[in-house]
């Protein structure tokens, strides 16, 4: 947990110097990802925010995950992360799905994770094996994404200004 929070505090550093927007969907890790991202420095300048979506439905209806996909995939999770970056508007989005535990779903072991993550039209993915009860499924997953999420952003060139349509452009 102290790594992940060291990564946190250069995730602020690196999204805020390169004026990076960042965004995070999760299924398997119902808000943990977010949290842990939300509570880095001046989160409000450079994390858009994070989507909780565990249902194939809004998967597929708010995030575009094709029909028919496996929840529990490589695809999924970069067609998560490819949904969220372009609702976010974000630079970087990463994504978690899997199996927590402590049963298997269908052909999945338990602990099988897939970490996406989509920057431009770029999309990937990791698959992790992890091992322990459900909590430590979930907190390894939450430390893996952070420390992916990390990577990814310290690969983009500064992003453009941005103008935020809803704030004047000058004060007279």
């Given amino acids: 947990m102290a790594s992940t929070q060291l990564d946190i505090e250069h995730l602020s550093q ?9 965004a995070v969907v999760e299924s398997l890790t119902a808000g943990g990802v977010a949290h842990a991202v939300g509570s880095g420095e001046a989160a409000s300048e450079w994390f858009a925010g994070g989507i ?3 249902m194939t439905d809004v998967k597929q209806h708010l995030l575009g995950v094709a029909p028919g996909v496996d929840p529990c995939s490589a695809e999924c999770a970069e067609q998560l992360a490819a949904g969220g970056l372009e609702l976010f508007a974000a630079d970087v989005c990463i994504s978690t799905t899997g199996v927590g535990g402590p049963e298997p779903a269908g052909e999945h072991p338990a602990g099988t994770v897939y970490l996406g993550w989509a920057v431009d039209h770029v999309r990937g993915h990791l698959h992790l094996q992890l091992q322990g009860e459900p909590e430590v499924v ?7 994404a952070v420390h992916l999420l990390l990577a990814r952003a310290q690969e983009l060139h500064p992003a453009a200004p941005r103008h ?9």
Avoid at 14 to 22: F, T
Avoid at 164 to 172: K, M, Q, S
């Fill in 52 to 54: 909780i979506a565990y």
């Fill in 14 to 22: 690196v999204a805020r110097a390169r004026n990076l927007r960042i």
């Fill in 164 to 172: 935020d349509p809803a704030l004047p452009t000058h004060v007279n």
């Fill in 138 to 144: 979930l907190d390894d997953t939450v430390d893996a």
